[in-house]
């Protein structure tokens, strides 16, 4: 039987930092995630009622929101596969790190495309030239949860190779 020893570099706390990250992810992108989904909700049905025929136009914005909180999920499994009864304090920050980066990155997104998303169909309806820049703002606004994404990756990568 094997004892488990806290040391200097590895207390008993670090997993828990990890955990945070892994909650940090999740919670966050699902958050952007929401409101995105249903700020541009709101436009999407304000429009509908004057233009029923756009309306699988305009849920873009929706389905954009929506692939944020998979961000979230993809870092937080990947950060709960890296979990140790016995992990660094160096690999636990990490993880917390990696957590929030992509789950504030997310939620940062997720507003924008939520606001983006529903100014963009209540105007695309009236001006249907308007649809092409408002899918360029989403496409730019998505883009900032992916950067915390690729974030989130690499600093798990390092997650991984810590050692007690």
């Known amino acids: 039987m094997s004892t488990l020893v806290a040391t200097e570099f590895c207390p008993a706390y670090a997993p ?14 699902c958050f952007g995630a929401a409101y995105g989904t249903a700020k541009s909700g709101v436009g999407l049905t304000s429009m509908g009622v004057l233009r029923p025929d756009l309306i699988i136009k305009g849920i873009v914005p929706i389905i954009m929101a929506g692939i944020i909180g998979i961000y979230g999920l993809v870092v937080s499994v ?4 890296g979990f140790k009864q016995q992990m660094s304090l160096y690999a636990g920050f990490i993880q917390l790190g990696a957590g929030l980066s992509v789950g504030l990155a997310g939620m940062a997104a997720g507003f924008a495309v939520g606001i983006v998303g529903d100014a963009g169909v209540r105007a695309s309806a009236q001006q ?9 703002v989403l496409i730019f606004a998505e883009v900032l949860a992916l950067y915390g994404l690729i974030v989130a990756l690499i600093l798990n990568t390092k ?3 810590a050692e007690c």
């Open 16 to 29: 828990f930092f990890g955990v945070m990250g892994a909650t940090s992810a999740i919670v966050f992108c």
């Open 128 to 136: 249907p030239r308007l649809f092409t820049g408002m899918i360029l």
């Open 159 to 161: 997650a991984s190779t």
């Open 78 to 81: 990947l950060i709960g596969n």
